[in-house]
């Protein structure tokens, strides 16, 4: 077998080097005639070069056709104009551009006709109908071919009466009308044979050969196709070669000796592969795989399959990648594959859609055509009935005109014989010319009337055989007709369908609102297009299915017709992806608890550590006392910091971050920048310097806590890699007038930290702004950090309309930038109330009694010092529970409450305390929050219980006053 096959290989080769270097030589030659050719020959070598282009490189076929149009454009030759249209539109149908080829079919058909050139008609007429026939617009290819026809008839052209016919003929074949096929088919070999023209007898015999394949004659099918195969190779015609070659490799497959196909397909494929016809390499690619299916040769299958699903690609050939797909996912089903056979099925099924369900809805509305076949035929029993009655009048006549001329000659003798035997042969010819005439006329009808049965009839049955949805007609509460994708998602059968009815069939849950959705509809009431509801199997599956209907009217009474598309599966998946939601859900809030947990501990003890340094300061202190508390406050807050950086990175991923607007100054950011890193700077005797441009105005607004926890993070980032030299901060407007977000009074603010470090290289630039990425693991070790600082800098200038980069060179510094959109309050109109009261204002409130629920002892003692210091009574609770307690015995103008204490959290207590006074009738007293939870989720959850407003931890002093403040106590 693979000696065999050998050969064939080495004969294909062989054969694809002889045909290269002839196609190479004759276009050559002809390409050299053209150089020295005259302009009255150069027309014709164009148009001969662009036939020898078709099948070798079809874009070069346009192009020589395209200047041979030129050619005639200026020599005013119409009808040579009307051949090179007729010769581009040829190019664009090997190029598989079927819309262009019928643009210019169309227009030298149209040229033909306006300078009666009869020829050029008739083959642009039928290469018009050959792109219908291909869009399957029968209606439209049997026209054309009937306009070529009648041209041809009338001018006595065998050769083309006979093309046209076998045209005609393939309509009915593709009908699937192979006995009508093939008498056409045969009187066109006949014509043929007659004329010694072997090209078409070629195709009569292929043509003959297919139909008799279709009814299952393999005899005579393998006889005609060898007839043609034979003829073909005495003209050395390969294309028609390659493909009898592939109808007798079929037969032989349908008969079952697989061998002999493979022999034949291989055939063929060596001399489709020899003239490069792609489509019929990936045809003849999916035969082979068939036969290897067959023989249970998986691997070679798969293989074949794989080719001729990247030759089909290649060329879109729709239908066949879906055919391939099916084939597909069988042969990985075969081998147990099912999650890849799923998947070769889903792509099947989206094909078999875009091909089939898209016409659904067009041929539901052509299935009432099938009701007026009956007028149809009574309009053919008409013509016939008219043709036999005009043939008995026409024989009346010739016999009344010859009893009339024996008549004459029995009593006027010779002469007036030949007188009146003169007069009848007139008459005589006249009536046969007329009888002709109409004859050919209503044989030209009959076949129109006829064609249009034979498209209404392929039509439905396409409807009927093809479609995958079910399709079904209800009249009177009856089912009347169903598909046999119906009955096959029912599991019942058409019978049985038509007996139980429609309401028999949905499921108890659905029927409701089936039954109220088809009675709206028959009452021609507004519905939605479509209706989901569930049906009932014969074996009790359910069926999650999509209607889509509209009305009919049938045999003269309102009916509904429709599809139904199983989307049993659609619903599984979207269940599982609910699932998947709420598990996400789900694990997104056991992120934000752990977090808001870890928040909650931290913060505690930072808001002891950094409160007491703030009321120690306010102390009276010595010097070196005073720098050390200097050093508490800046280690406080740069470990505040890295807390922040991981719940400010969970925030920004969460989308939470949301900016102020307030008053802020570049030169008091760069100051504070400064003087946060001056001491680790002198220690590494480094210098600590800003520039700011004199553009920038003096007082801007935008969020100067985010602005500055940027410039800090770059700072330090700075000075952690910069042991000589030192670092300069910049400050300079951008001027980028194409920044679309950006409002009339905003101006964009681009800010570098320049130093005098190490360096950085390409490829560690990469990973920068990356989350939890650092240039190496030796810096990390080194330098410690989270990773996170330049992934939140980036994200938070983003915020800012702005973005982050960096300029750096190994050994030469770097500079990091960004920039952000900040709004010039000396240009806008309006100012949000947050700007007009940017500070709060302190009052003193003295006389008033505040309630502190806190369990940590350094918090509670913080706390309450601020408010004795502002001249509030406090009393103080250890958790909810005493508070409730104290509530209930004490009035207070304010409760500050923390919300994670033992024994009763604060949530519960608030709770306790708003159920209390709406049964006792007490006026609702102010509760403030007082916790390290920040999160949108946990505020909400806040209200929810009816605290009025939070304070998140760690706080300062005139925070708290400043939120007491607004309260208006």
Same mark, same amino acid.
């Given at each position: ?61 346009? +192009? ?56 050029? #008609? ?16 029968? +209606? ?175 060329? !879109? ?10 084939? &597909? ?7 147990? %594959? ?82 009146? @035997? ?55 509460? @009856? ?56 049906? #009932? ?16 009217? /049938? ?5 509904? #017709? ?26 997104? /809030? *056991?992120? *934000? ?20 340094? +703030? ?113 300069? &901060? ?76 960096? %300029? ?103 709770? /306790? ?7 006792? !009738? ?29 304070? *998140? ?17």
């Amino acid at each position: 077998m693979t000696i065999k096959y050998l050969g064939h290989i080495i004969l294909f080769f062989s054969l694809l080097f002889v045909n290269q270097v002839f196609a190479s030589t004759q276009i050559d030659s002809l390409k050299q005639e053209l150089d020295e050719a005259h302009l009255n020959e150069k027309f014709d070598l164009l148009i001969r070069i662009s036939i020898e282009y078709w099948s070798v490189d079809p874009n070069k076929s346009v +192009d020589y056709a395209n200047a041979a149009l030129k050619l005639a454009n200026v020599t005013g030759d119409k009808e040579k104009e009307a051949l090179a249209l007729n010769r581009i539109g040829v190019g664009y149908y090997f190029l598989q551009q079927n819309d262009k080829a019928l643009e210019f079919f169309k227009k030298s058909f149209a040229l033909s006709k306006d300078i009666g050139d009869s020829s050029g #008609i008739c083959k642009s007429a039928n290469n018009i109908g050959l792109i219908y026939e291909l869009y399957g617009e029968f +209606d439209k290819a049997i026209e054309y071919y009937f306009k070529s026809l009648e041209i041809e008839i009338a001018n006595s052209n065998k050769e083309g009466i006979a093309s046209t016919y076998l045209n005609i003929g393939n309509i009915y074949y593709r009908n699937q009308e192979y006995d009508k096929a093939l008498d056409i088919y045969k009187k066109c070999m006949d014509i043929f044979d007659e004329l010694h023209d072997k090209p078409g007898l070629i195709k009569s015999y292929s043509n003959v050969g297919a139909a008799y394949t279709e009814k299952e004659d393999y005899n005579k099918a393998l006889h005609f196709s060898m007839l043609s195969y034979e003829l073909s190779l005495s003209v050395n015609d390969k294309d028609k070669m390659a493909n009898n070659l592939n109808n007798i490799g079929r037969i032989y497959y349908e008969i079952g000796d697989n061998e002999k196909a493979l022999d034949y397909y291989y055939q063929a494929l060596g001399i489709q592969r020899e003239i490069k016809d792609v489509w019929s390499q990936a045809n003849t690619f999916r035969n082979i795989a068939s036969v290897y299916l067959d023989k249970k040769d998986y691997d070679k299958a798969y293989d074949f399959l794989v080719q001729s699903l990247e030759k089909a690609k290649s060329v !879109n050939a729709v239908t066949l990648m879906m055919e391939i797909y099916e084939d &597909l996912s069988e042969y990985y089903e075969v081998k147990k %594959d099912y999650k890849k056979s799923l998947e070769y099925h889903k792509l099947f099924a989206e094909l078999n859609d875009t091909i089939y369900n898209s016409e659904s809805r067009r041929q539901i509305s052509e299935i009432e055509a099938r009701y007026e076949f009956k007028n149809k035929e009574q309009r053919l029993d008409l013509f016939e009935k008219e043709n036999e009655v005009q043939g008995l009048k026409i024989k009346s006549q010739r016999y009344i005109i010859y009893s009339v001329a024996g008549f004459g000659l029995f009593f006027l003798g010779l002469l007036l014989f030949f007188y009146y @035997r003169s007069h009848v042969n007139k008459r005589e010819r006249v009536l046969l010319l007329n009888k002709t005439t109409q004859i050919t006329e209503q044989k030209i009808l009959l076949e129109k009337t006829l064609a249009e049965l034979r498209e209404s009839e392929r039509k439905y049955k396409t409807l009927i055989e093809s479609i995958q949805d079910g399709i079904y007609i209800i009249q009177d509460e @009856r089912i009347i007709f169903a598909n046999e994708a119906f009955c096959e998602l029912s599991e019942y059968t058409y019978g049985e369908l038509c007996d139980i009815g429609p309401k028999e069939i949905v499921a108890p849950e659905s029927l409701r609102a089936f039954s109220l959705y088809y009675l709206r509809q028959i009452r021609g009431e507004d519905v939605p297009a479509s209706l989901e509801f569930s049906l #009932i199997s014969k074996t009790g599956k359910r069926i999650d299915v999509t209607a889509y209907s509209g009305l009919v009217n /049938l045999h003269g009474k309102i009916a509904t #017709i429709g599809t139904l598309k199983n989307v049993t599966k659609q619903k599984v998946y979207e269940k599982e992806l609910i699932k998947s939601k709420e598990e996400a859900e789900k694990a997104t /809030l *056991s992120k *934000s608890m752990f977090i808001a947990g870890v928040s909650h501990e931290i913060r505690n003890h930072m808001n002891s550590i950094i409160g007491i340094s +703030d009321v120690l300061a306010e102390t009276s202190l010595t010097v070196e006392q005073k720098d050390f508390l200097d050093v508490i406050q800046v280690s406080g807050n740069n470990l505040l910091n890295i807390i922040n950086e991981i719940l400010d990175f969970s925030k920004i991923e969460a989308g939470q971050i949301v900016l102020e607007k307030e008053n802020l100054s570049i030169s008091k950011l760069f100051q504070d920048a400064i003087s946060l890193h001056e001491y680790n700077a002198k220690k590494k005797k480094l210098y600590l310097k800003s520039v700011i441009s004199d553009k920038i105005p003096d007082r801007l607004l935008g969020d100067p806590t985010r602005l500055s926890q940027i410039l800090v993070n770059l700072v330090s980032n700075a000075l952690k890699f910069t042991d000589t030299g030192g670092i300069t &901060l910049y400050a300079d407007i951008l001027e980028d007038k194409d920044i679309s977000t950006q409002e009339s009074n905003d101006v964009l603010i681009k800010f570098r930290v320049v130093d005098t470090g190490i360096g950085i290289s390409k490829l560690s630039q990469e990973k920068l702004f990356k989350p939890f990425s650092q240039t190496h693991a030796a810096v990390q070790r080194k330098m410690g950090g989270t990773g996170l600082g330049l992934v939140i800098c980036k994200n938070l200038a983003a915020l800012m309309n702005g973005e982050v980069g960096i %300029d750096s060179e190994l050994g030469k510094g770097s500079s990091f930038w960004f920039t952000v959109s900040l709004v010039n309050p000396e240009i806008a109109v309006k100012k949000t109330s947050k700007d007009d009261n940017s500070k709060p204002k302190t009052k003193d409130f003295n006389g008033k009694k505040v309630l502190l629920v806190e369990d940590n002892l350094l918090n509670q003692h913080l706390t309450s010092k601020i408010l004795i210091k502002e001249g509030y009574a406090t009393d103080i609770a250890e958790n909810g529970k005493v508070g409730l307690d104290l509530f209930m015995k004490n009035a207070y103008d304010l409760i500050l409450m923390d919300i994670q204490m033992p024994v009763m959290d604060g949530i519960q207590a608030t709770r /306790l305390i708003r159920k209390y006074e709406k049964e006792n !009738n007490k006026k609702k007293i102010k509760i403030i929050a007082v916790t390290a939870h920040t999160k949108d989720g946990e505020r909400q959850k806040l209200f929810n219980a009816g605290l009025d407003m939070y304070l *998140s931890k760690p706080f300062k002093s005139e925070e708290l006053i400043g939120i007491i403040a607004g309260l208006g106590l």
